[in-house]
Antibody, heavy 123, light 108 residues
Framework: EVQLVESGGGLVQPGGSLRLSCAASGFTFSSYEMNWVRQAPGKGLEWVSYISSSGSTIYYADSVKGRFTISRDNAKNSLYLQMNSLRAEDTAVYYC????????????????WGQGTLVTVSS | DIQMTQSPSSVSASVGDRVTITCRASQGISSWLAWYQQKPGKAPKLLIYAASSLQSGVPSRFSGSGSGTDFTLTISSLQPEDFATYYCQQANSFPPLTFGGGTKVEIK
């Protein structure tokens, strides 16, 4: 069974930092691209960042570029999101999501999601 | 960036009703579109990928259609467990990957 379990969320002051983790199991983690997607309270879904299976290709949403860093450790079956210079508008539930292209090279569909971890940025 | 626009933003329906949700892309995305269902306090769940392919384990009352810029999610006979918020997502052009604003399906 595929499982994604996020951790590391919490309350942080504006300008602070936080590191999220996502532990993967039930599949060959090193074979899959991974993403972070967030959802502000009462709002819709916002894609945050993507990392290829090897970690060689990385993308960010403009809203977090230069502040957030995605990484992975395939030996530990883990995905990370280092969040610096946090702002109130970063308050959200952060989900890690596995990408699947279903044979359509270049496409990204999110076929499995974690339960999410809440990040609250407030003084 | 490709903008995704869903309509309506909410719909009230009864059990057994046929429900249709529309998603429009700001530019052509071929068939590279997904639909997700999200219930309160839960993670989204993939229903449809490649515009019309049903994800494994998803009931056949869910169907997707469309290509280019206009797409539709149809629930043929609404069940109590289908009351949720639905999102479309373009999977063609990134970064960024983008979602529609969501459609809340409520009990009439």
């Amino acid at each position: 069974e595929v499982q994604l379990v996020e951790s590391g969320g919490g309350l942080v002051q504006p300008g602070g930092s936080l590191r999220l983790s996502c532990a993967a199991s039930g599949f060959t983690f090193s074979s899959y691209e991974m993403n972070w997607v967030r959802q502000a309270p009462g709002k819709g879904l916002e894609w945050v960042s993507y990392i290829s299976s090897s970690g060689s290709t990385i993308y960010y949403a403009d809203s977090v570029k230069g502040r957030f860093t995605i990484s992975r450790d395939n030996a530990k079956n883990s995905l990370y999101l280092q969040m610096n210079s946090l702002r109130a508008e970063d308050t959200a539930v952060y989900y890690c999501a596995r990408a699947n292209d279903y044979g359509e090279s270049g496409s990204v569909y999110f076929d499995y999601w974690g339960q999410g971890t809440l990040v609250t940025v407030s003084s | 960036d490709i903008q995704m626009t869903q309509s309506p933003s909410s719909v009230s329906a009864s059990v057994g009703d046929r429900v249709t949700i529309t998603c429009r892309a700001s530019q052509g995305i071929s068939s590279w579109l997904a639909w997700y269902q999200q219930k309160p306090g839960k993670a989204p769940k993939l229903l449809i990928y490649a515009a019309s392919s049903l994800q494994s384990g998803v009931p056949s009352r869910f169907s997707g259609s469309g290509s280019g810029t206009d797409f539709t999610l149809t629930i043929s006979s609404l069940q109590p467990e289908d009351f949720a918020t639905y999102y479309c997502q373009q999977a063609n052009s990134f970064p960024p990957l983008t979602f529609g604003g969501g459609t809340k399906v409520e009990i009439k």
